[in-house]
């Protein structure tokens, strides 16, 4: 299943894709009205796609005593369906693919089968699996749904991933794009001099270093290959970051891609602005405590907008930090131009309203 012509020209173009948080109600079962309002927010405040069924999402949606892999993808897909009926280009539609190859073809089948246009693979189910068979399983996958390629830090479950392994994972030829998210500048430049190395023009690169998304968006990435200056660059993020404040994450991407086409030089308030992004981030995603309130900070942002009821997880373990509602505090406080509270209170009440059409 080749990925459609008018997807593969956004994805290479760059969008601004939110890894999409889960929406529950205090009893910790899907709200389903939040979680259609959420995807309402997204495509109002110009995301290009959405990413469901992924980290951000809560990897637990796969557990049998949930049972919300199939109804949350289902969803997101009727819902951006409805949202599409309004746009000239679609929104690209990336459905989260976890475990060893059994399951992870299974989940390829159902995203397929519901509309998705690629699967991002995350292999953190394959610490001990070694190249020869990471890649026999993302061949496997490939076979049935384009796939986007994933670099996910340790932090969180990820695992190493040299340069070898990503020169060998291009030559599947329905890779279309990955999503770099290893926080590590080292690591970062493995995947992208891997993709300039293998001539892969048509591989989009996309930042989900949410430590580091203005310089990954502003950096020209040049290599030698073959006797010839290769530059790459990142076009765009697929970001739990940018799951929150996403208007401003909009004209952020769009400032990026306007400096860069104008050839001058990076001015030194988008680079302030970078170190900015950063500081909110460490704050959402809890930094300070190894990353271990993640999920919640992104839920408690979008608490206090009103979109969430609460910060719930399907792991009651799951919560903020000691001390990280402060530190969200304290960054809405010293960075007020960066949230688009303004935007979702003008908004919020007809994304929540059941039917579609109020």
């Avoid at 340790?154 to 291009?170: E, K, M, T």
Wanted: hydrophobic share 45%; glycine share 8%; with cysteine.
């Amino acid at each position: 299943m080749p990925l459609l012509p008018a997807i593969q020209q956004a994805l290479q173009r760059g969008l601004v894709i939110p890894a999409c948080p889960l929406a529950l109600d205090a009893t910790r079962k899907l709200d389903e009205r939040r979680q259609r309002a959420l995807l309402r927010y997204y495509a109002a405040a110009g995301a290009g796609g959405v990413a469901m069924g992924v980290h951000t999402t809560q990897f637990a949606i796969r557990d049998s005593r949930h049972g919300l892999f199939e109804p949350v993808l289902a969803l997101a897909a009727e819902e951006l369906t409805r949202a599409d009926a309004g746009r000239r280009e679609p929104l690209v539609r990336i459905g989260g693919i976890c475990g060893e190859t059994p399951q992870a073809t299974c989940e390829a089948v159902l995203l397929r089968e519901l509309g998705y246009h690629a699967g991002l693979l995350s292999l953190a189910a394959m610490k001990g699996a070694n190249d020869d068979q990471l890649i026999a399983h993302c061949r496997a996958v490939a076979e049935i749904l384009p796939l986007v390629g994933f670099y996910l830090q340790p932090a969180v479950g990820g695992r190493r991933l040299p340069l070898a392994f990503w020169r060998r994972f291009l030559e599947i030829e329905n890779v279309v794009a990955i999503k770099i998210a290893p926080f590590n500048r080292y690591q970062t430049l493995d995947v992208v001099r891997a993709v300039a190395e293998a001539g892969r023009d048509d591989v989009a690169l996309y930042t989900g270093n949410d430590d580091n998304i203005v310089l990954d968006l502003l950096t020209p990435y040049r290599f030698s290959v073959s006797g010839r200056t290769v530059e790459r660059r990142i076009a765009g993020g697929l970001l739990g970051h940018w799951a929150v404040w996403t208007r401003q994450a909009v004209e952020l991407l769009r400032e990026c891609h306007r400096t860069i086409e104008s050839g001058g030089p990076i001015p030194a308030e988008l680079l302030r602005r970078g170190a900015e992004v950063t500081d909110c981030n460490a704050a959402f995603f809890d930094a300070a405590n190894g990353f271990a309130g993640c999920i919640s900070g992104l839920h408690e942002v979008l608490r206090r907008q009103g979109l969430f009821e609460g910060v719930w997880c399907l792991d009651p373990a799951e919560r903020l930090s000691p001390g990280q509602s402060e530190e969200i505090e304290r960054v809405y406080t010293a960075y007020p131009h960066l949230n688009d509270d303004a935007f979702v209170a003008a908004h919020r009440e007809r994304w929540l309203t059941q039917d579609f059409g109020k």
